[in-house]
């Protein structure tokens, strides 16, 4: 008896995890529907023509918008078009080109580092895995992610502030999940790896205009009744 109680309270664990798998499977098909059908084209706001002026746009928008951004990046594109010649440059030049971003001082100083690493190891080409992007001056985890989804289209996660809090309030993430690496494995674990640099930018962009930080505009989102904060109000 002992033996068969044993295996009875393993069937009923397991059947109570595959349920909490396929309820999991069953949220994910469904927001992924949903983002398919509401924005069917999904992409970075950040304006560039190549993979270096992305580069220089993504470490410039670290905590700050890409509305910012694509205000200054014009000129400093036309002046600094390739990595030698922000390479050439200083920060103290690059400085004032970039003076209304946040932490300008820094950033200042990685983009001339960054410009010349591309030079002296990279042959001036922006690389392409994790491991070589984030020994750029500037360029951590996050930033490495967003090159490598958006301009060599790998399944790479980004996790910025609006995809930590939009994957948890939608629930595609659990609370143990506390930091942006452990919401990017579990995000790469659910999505399908064909659409997990479109699902990046759903994630970004849905937090940017509609599950905004103080006031989530819930009444005009395609997913309420579905995400698991607006099933928390419901009766």
Request: include cysteine; charge should be positive; hydrophobic fraction near 40%.
């Amino acid at each position: 008896m002992p033996k068969d109680k044993h295996l009875s309270e393993n069937i009923s664990y397991l059947c109570g995890k595959d349920f909490i798998l396929m309820r999991k499977k069953e949220l994910y098909d469904k927001v992924i529907a949903y983002f398919e059908q509401a924005m069917p084209v999904a992409e970075t706001e950040l304006n560039y023509g190549n993979p270096f002026e992305l580069l220089i746009a993504v470490i410039l928008s670290a905590q700050c918008t890409d509305k910012r951004v694509n205000l200054i990046t014009p000129p400093l594109f036309r002046d600094f078009p390739t990595p030698e010649a922000l390479a050439s440059s200083t920060p103290e030049v690059i400085f004032e080109y970039i003076r209304s971003v946040s932490y300008p001082n820094n950033k200042a100083k990685h983009l001339v580092g960054m410009a010349q690493m591309l030079v002296k190891d990279f042959q001036s080409e922006v690389p392409g895995t994790l491991e070589e992007l984030v020994k750029l001056p500037g360029v951590g985890r996050k930033t490495a992610n967003v090159i490598q989804s958006v301009v060599f289209n790998k399944a790479a996660m980004a996790v910025d502030t609006h995809v930590f809090r939009v994957s948890h309030r939608i629930g595609l993430v659990p609370k143990s999940c506390t930091t942006p690496l452990s919401v990017e494995k579990h995000l790469m674990k659910h999505f399908p790896e064909a659409i997990v640099p479109k699902a990046h930018h759903w994630l970004i962009l849905h937090g940017r205009y509609v599950c905004v930080a103080r006031k989530p505009k819930c009444e005009q989102c395609g997913l309420n009744g579905i995400c698991a904060e607006s099933l928390k109000t419901k009766p």
